[in-house]
């Protein structure tokens, strides 16, 4: 009896020891598989660019650009989406929504506009993406609050840009200055900014006048600015239809000076304005002019090998502001990725929320606009050296030291 019992226990002991040593397995297999999919899986970054619509002449040098882009990070396989908000908002913010929810992102660089870049800010907060903004506006990143905590930028703001113009303008003898701006977030924003620091430079304020981006005439508002007699005019919009006004201006015989909104720094601007805007002025990317700038100018060698890249793959002249400032966004992504796998896989909140994190301690970081030094309450980290003003002679942008 008792040496049957014994082998009837030892028995089962083995049998359960047979299924405990396959649950092992079966386990480890499983950790393994796990571990195996970490460390590859790829990273997912979301394009959100006006490809169509008035603004499709700043959305498609960013899409280029992807081509540029590193292919991996951080030792990890790169996966670029590229979706066309088609410069309308409320396309912005769905396409932002898919590429959250859907197709999982981390991070998600655009959009190319202000209104777009604006109306995305909800939802990368909801969804705690990191976004790098390539529009111009300050208020898509300040006050840096609990939903801007996930929007960064890469081009200069509006606030920079209108202090160049300010700066060159009094340099020039300019006494007063008319405004003319598109009818919305970035012509309202830039001429708050402008009239701030014109006023700063004793320039007077003399017309403030808007039209839509898709109006064929601003023959009415030219008239009432030159009604004003300004010894200049700045034109607060972006892209071809930026070039309006001042073809109006010209057409109706104005002889002050000129100034454009950092939205037109591209060829497509400079096609569709043509020998109107010879001798007008804009507060620029550097890289525009990056062969013209000192040697010692931060964002001079970073600037030419973009411009190398670029126009290696889309021929000589096809460089713009626009598309730097979205190989600007895939330069910090490529430097703060592997920072934040130290916290997670990508796919992952914990590597979102540390991706984020390493964006913001981004510190003496040059790129093809400048010297990146962000803070807590500095998304874009850029200093005045990242502007610079150039003046529009045939077809060619020319850098103005002063």
């Known amino acids: 009896m008792r040496a049957g019992g014994n082998s009837t226990a030892g028995f089962n002991g083995l049998k359960r020891f047979k299924e405990f040593r396959k649950l092992v397995v079966v386990g480890l297999l499983a950790l393994s598989a796990q571990a195996g999919?970490?460390?590859?899986?790829?990273?997912k970054i979301g394009l959100v660019l006006s490809?169509?619509?008035?603004?499709?002449?700043?959305?498609?040098?960013?899409?280029?650009?992807v081509a540029l882009l590193p292919k991996e990070m951080g030792g990890r396989p790169v996966d670029y989406i590229v979706l066309d908000d088609a410069s309308d908002t409320t396309q912005a913010v769905q396409t932002t929504k898919k590429l959250i929810s859907e197709d999982h992102?981390?991070?998600?660089?655009?959009?190319?506009?202000?209104?777009?870049?604006?109306?995305?800010?909800?939802?990368v907060a909801d969804g705690e993406t990191p976004m790098i903004s390539l529009a111009s506006s300050s208020k898509i990143i300040e006050p840096v609050d609990a939903k801007r905590h996930w929007v960064f930028k890469t081009p200069q703001t509006d606030a920079m840009m209108a202090s160049a113009i300010a700066e060159h303008a009094s340099n020039h003898g300019v006494k007063?200055?008319?405004?003319?701006?598109?009818?919305?977030?970035?012509?309202?924003?830039?001429?708050v900014e402008v009239l701030k620091f014109a006023q700063l430079h004793k320039i007077t304020m003399v017309a403030n006048e808007r039209f839509n981006r898709t109006d064929a005439?601003?023959?009415?508002?030219?008239?009432?600015?030159?009604?004003?007699?300004?010894?200049?005019?700045?034109?607060?919009?972006?892209?071809?239809?930026?070039?309006l006004p001042p073809k109006t201006l010209r057409e109706r015989?104005?002889?002050?000076?000129?100034?454009?909104?950092?939205?037109?720094?591209?060829?497509?601007?400079?096609?569709?304005?043509?020998?109107?805007?010879?001798g007008t002025f804009l507060p620029a990317s550097p890289v525009l002019v990056a062969s013209q700038l000192p040697d010692d100018h931060p964002a001079k060698h970073l600037g030419l090998e973009y411009i190398k890249l670029y126009e290696g793959k889309y021929g000589a002249g096809s460089v713009s502001a626009f598309g730097s400032y979205a190989w600007d966004a895939g330069m910090l992504l490529n430097r703060a990725l592997p920072i934040a796998m130290q916290a997670g896989a990508p796919g992952t909140p914990e590597f979102r929320r540390a991706l984020r994190d390493a964006l913001e301690n981004t510190k003496n970081f040059p790129d093809s606009n400048g010297l990146v030094n962000m803070t807590p309450n500095d998304h874009i980290g850029l200093d005045q050296r990242a502007r610079v003003i150039a003046?529009?002679?045939?077809?060619?942008?020319?850098?103005q030291p002063r």
């Open 37 to 43: 999919f970490a460390q590859t899986a790829h990273v």
């Open 51 to 65: 490809l169509t619509g008035p603004a499709a002449s700043l959305g498609i040098p960013a899409r280029d650009t």
């Open 105 to 123: 992102v981390d991070a998600i660089i655009g959009s190319s506009i202000t209104p777009n870049s604006l109306a995305m800010i909800d939802v």
């Open 176 to 191: 007063t200055m008319a405004y003319i701006g598109q009818a919305d977030a970035l012509g309202e924003t830039f001429y």
């Open 217 to 243: 005439s601003v023959t009415g508002q030219v008239l009432k600015i030159l009604a004003a007699k300004p010894d200049a005019v700045v034109v607060g919009a972006a892209g071809t239809p930026a070039a």
């Open 253 to 278: 015989g104005f002889k002050g000076v000129i100034y454009h909104n950092h939205g037109t720094g591209n060829r497509d601007f400079l096609r569709v304005c043509g020998a109107d805007c010879n």
């Open 391 to 399: 003046e529009i002679e045939n077809g060619k942008w020319i850098y």
